[in-house]
């Protein structure tokens, strides 16, 4: 030690070990910590994901059911041709981008 105290040497050198082992690990720890945020964000991902398609697959259900009632509700020609009508306009693809846009503002943030 160059400065003398009055303590006894062994105690500083122990307390100086121990403050030497602890920034020593400190890098270490940082990266777990960094790790674990990093996993438990990617979990989450993929429950996001996860949840995402199962959600589509129901409103894809819904709309195969919608599509199918509509067919059978045809009783006459005219009725079938204005279905067809509608089918061959511009209606379900505008009815599909409000669809996108509404869910894409009622997102849930994870």
Same mark, same amino acid.
């Given at each position: #030690?160059? &400065?003398p105290?009055?303590?006894?040497?062994? &105690?500083? $050198?122990?307390?100086?070990?121990?403050? *030497?082992?602890? @920034?020593?690990?400190?890098?270490? #720890?940082? #990266?777990?910590? &960094? +790790?674990?945020?990093?996993?438990?964000?990617?979990? &989450?991902? +993929?429950?996001?994901?996860?949840?995402?398609?199962?959600?589509?697959?129901?409103?894809?259900?819904?709309?195969?059911?919608?599509g199918?009632?509509? *067919? +059978?509700?045809? $009783?006459?020609m005219?009725?079938?041709?204005?279905?067809?009508?509608?089918?061959q306009? $511009?209606?379900? $693809?505008? @009815?599909?981008?409000?669809?996108t846009?509404?869910?894409?503002?009622t997102?849930? *943030?994870?």
């Amino acid at each position: #030690m160059a &400065i003398p105290t009055p303590v006894n040497g062994q &105690i500083t $050198d122990a307390v100086t070990q121990s403050n *030497v082992k602890v @920034m020593a690990e400190a890098p270490a #720890m940082a #990266m777990g910590a &960094i +790790y674990q945020s990093l996993a438990h964000s990617t979990g &989450i991902l +993929y429950e996001n994901a996860a949840s995402a398609q199962q959600q589509l697959a129901i409103a894809a259900q819904a709309a195969t059911n919608q599509g199918v009632i509509q *067919v +059978y509700s045809v $009783d006459t020609m005219a009725g079938a041709v204005a279905t067809s009508k509608v089918a061959q306009s $511009d209606v379900p $693809d505008n @009815m599909l981008s409000l669809l996108t846009a509404l869910r894409a503002t009622t997102s849930p *943030v994870a």
